[in-house]
């Protein structure tokens, strides 16, 4: 298993930790600050060290094993064995506007009060689906409500949820396509104070301020009762 570092410290942009499996590109650490792929928001990418060697780190996923994460390195031919020490560098700007990309998505979610059935994070623009229903939305007012609370400076945080809490509360989960993990005990839920209350896994800034200004460039038409949210950073 290997320590997930940036579920505790998203912030934290270096780490020094050792190699413990290599399968040719793919490599594991005893820990990490790469998040990987899920729950709508890509794997991140950065940069190795080790003795003198320096390679890029192109993709990040889970493994196969439960709480596995594998780290996929460029160029292919390397040395790198089980139990090198390694200093480990995330491409923090593409990160951090995907912290402030998915913490967006959450007050989006917080007003429009439907189903999500679908999305994906991405650096500069993102998207969410809804299962709208007869429910309307307009562009500009959905882009002035979210700017509303950015500014409003709502605290983001995480709480902890037993499974059989979440499961006595199914209203938390907003998304119909994505359940939490289960088998864990315990879930973990974000908490943007008097906005949205959700379970996620994903990495979010502390404050909604931190996001900026916010802009939905289009609502597309997804049948007849879903429809696409496309959403970007104005100043990314
Ligand atoms: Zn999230």
């Known amino acids: 298993m290997t320590n997930a570092i940036f579920n505790e410290e998203p912030y934290l942009q270096q780490l020094q930790t050792q190699i413990t499996a290599v399968d040719g590109q793919w490599l594991t650490f005893e820990a990490t600050i790469f998040y990987p792929l899920g729950g709508g928001q890509p794997g991140d990418i950065g940069e190795l060290i080790c003795a003198n060697q320096k390679l890029q780190i192109v993709d ?7 709480g596995e994460i594998i780290h996929q390195v460029e160029p292919l031919e390397h040395n790198l064995k089980v139990g090198d020490k390694v200093d480990l560098t995330l491409n923090w700007q593409r990160r951090h506007r995907l912290m402030r990309m998915h913490s967006a998505m959450h007050i989006l979610c917080s007003l429009i009060p439907r189903g999500v059935t679908g999305g994906s994070v991405g650096e500069l623009k993102s998207r969410l689906d809804f299962d709208l229903g007869d429910h309307s939305v307009d562009k500009q007012t ?14 983001v945080e995480k709480q902890f949820i037993s499974e059989q809490a979440l499961s006595e509360n199914p209203s938390l989960v907003r998304t119909l396509s994505v359940q939490p993990p289960k088998g ?45 949210i496309h959403l970007s950073l104005v100043n990314p």
Request: charged share 25%; hydrophobic share 30%; net charge positive.
């Open 60 to 66: 990040t996923r889970k493994g196969s094993i439960a």
């Open 142 to 155: 959905l882009t002035d409500r979210l700017n509303e609370l950015v500014k409003a400076q709502h605290p």
């Open 184 to 228: 864990c005990g315990n879930v973990r839920l974000i908490n943007i104070q008097g906005v949205d209350l959700q379970p996620c896994g994903g990495t979010h800034v502390k404050n909604t301020l931190e996001i900026g200004e916010l802009l939905i460039n289009k609502i597309e038409n997804k049948g007849k009762r879903n429809r696409r």
